[in-house]
């Protein structure tokens, strides 16, 4: 049995080439926190059968960030999103070996889920001062101060097959 837990305690940081880079780092330096991870694993031999399964946790490596979104309705609100673009994930696995003196073979499924809110379609455009920095549909480049939001679910499902040799 195995238990892990990490703490990150550093925050990315961009070389600053121009005001992009400023601009991340500046968010990062505000908005980012420490990312935690959990992994809870065990594994039971008998003879040269191996069964095994885990667990992990990983925290959000983000603060709360507040956003200006349409609702529903079509209105420009003020909102406070505590999973905006990553969130929380969970990973779920399980897996059989079998050892054969100096090969071995694994088979492993992993489930990997988060849920997240996804910003889309913000943008300014200022065509007096050659800036394009909204969004474009067939038509034109369309210019807005709000994001529309999108609730995402992402689950990955793996499969692995290891075939392997000690020496």
């Known amino acids: 049995m195995n238990v892990d837990y990490s703490l990150g305690l550093t925050k990315p940081r961009y070389k600053v080439y121009g005001p992009a880079e400023t601009e991340l780092n500046d968010f990062f330096k505000e908005d980012y926190k420490n990312l935690s991870e959990l992994k809870i694993g065990a594994e039971y031999r008998l003879k040269q059968f191996r069964l095994r399964g885990g667990y992990a946790y990983t925290s959000s490596p983000f603060d709360a960030l507040t956003q200006r979104t349409y609702t529903n309705a079509g209105d420009i609100v003020d909102q406070s999103y505590s999973n905006w673009t ?42 007096t001062n050659n800036i394009e920095a909204g969004y474009y549909s067939p038509s034109r480049l369309i210019s807005s101060d709000a994001s529309v939001v999108s609730d995402v679910k992402n689950i990955r499902n793996n499969f692995f097959l290891t075939l392997g040799w000690k020496f």
């Open 86 to 127: 990553l969130n929380d994930r969970n990973a779920l696995s399980f897996g059989v070996g079998y050892d054969f003196r100096s090969f071995y073979i694994d088979a492993s499924y992993q489930n990997i889920s988060s849920k997240f809110s996804n910003p889309m379609l913000k943008g300014i455009a200022d065509q």
